[in-house]
């Protein structure tokens, strides 16, 4: 599978960002999809996972509530709604794609794609 990821850019404090991240050359309604971030620093750190079906999505007690994950299967497509974004969510974000039922974990995940930034100005 290949994933890229987009949308990321410049956003204020309290304001909203929707990421995106496109698939191509597998079945993407085979895959479990998640989003990552990883800030100067820090080990990359889970944000969001969603089932295949799209049916089940998992968050950080963290970040529920804030952010939103979904998928449309039928244009390969997963997306990251961020909403009452803080300084701290200032990251660069990756999709990745994987079929390991530990849908939060790095190590489920076997496609990775380029990563987006998302900066947060106070």
């Known amino acids: 599978v290949q994933l890229q990821a987009f949308g990321g850019g410049l956003v204020q404090a309290g304001g909203s960002l929707r990421l995106s991240c496109a698939a191509s050359g597998r079945t993407f309604s085979n895959y479990n999809m998640g989003w990552f971030r990883q800030a100067p620093g820090k080990e990359r750190g889970f944000v969001a996972a969603i089932r295949r079906s799209g049916g089940a999505t998992y968050y950080p007690a963290s970040l529920k509530g804030r952010f939103t994950i979904s998928r449309d299967n039928a244009k390969n497509m997963v997306y990251l709604e961020m909403n009452s974004v803080e300084p701290e969510d200032t990251a660069v974000y990756y999709c990745?794609?994987?079929?390991?039922?530990?849908?939060?974990?790095?190590?489920?995940?076997?496609?990775w794609g380029q990563g987006t930034q998302v900066t947060v100005s106070s």
């Open positions: 990745a794609a994987g079929t390991s039922a530990n849908v939060g974990s790095t190590y489920s995940y076997d496609y």
